[in-house]
């Protein structure tokens, strides 16, 4: 079971391609493995933090990742904001609210008209992607923790 954050891209409410060469120097940055027939690697961060990373199958129509986390950390935090910043990325994870971060550049206007809807944040800082995320992973660690089958 895993905390899923999706960092997405849209232009005129359609997906649209990210920077590949810009997201690949983010993560060559790390240790990983090349990503399998699924477009899934494994990624392996400085502080020993271990996720799944899914970039799609098709590399030429790739306009989204999604982090499958399982922990947080700072460095992770850091490694996202630094992800999203290669492009006008937006960001959504598991939250009681319905809410869009909005990497600088991103445009609510490019978002499709379902997301438009929903709460709007920008973000300038990993600090920020920090105090987005961690209530929410913090709550979503403690059900985990608390179901039956952790027992």
Not at 61 to 82: H, P, Q
Not at 139 to 147: H, P, Q
Request: aromatic share 12%; net charge negative; glycine share 6%.
């Amino acid at each position: 079971m895993s905390f899923d954050v999706h960092l997405m891209k849209f232009k005129n409410g359609e997906p649209s391609p990210y920077n590949a060469a810009a997201a690949r120097a983010v993560i060559d940055s790390t240790q990983h493995t090349e990503a399998d027939q699924f477009g899934c690697m494994s990624v392996t961060l400085s502080d020993g933090l271990e996720f799944e990373l899914f970039l799609g199958q098709d590399e030429s129509e790739r306009g989204s990742f999604m982090f499958a986390l399982r922990g947080f950390s700072e460095t992770l935090v850091d490694f996202m904001y630094r992800l999203g910043c290669t492009d006008t990325f937006i960001l959504i994870a598991p939250s009681e609210e319905e809410c869009v971060i909005l990497f600088e550049g991103a445009e609510s206007s490019d978002l499709p008209e379902d997301l438009q809807e929903w709460m709007l944040e920008s973000i300038s800082s990993a600090e920020e992607l920090a105090h987005k995320l961690l209530p929410d992973f913090s709550g979503w660690a403690d059900w985990v923790d608390s179901a039956p089958w952790s027992q």
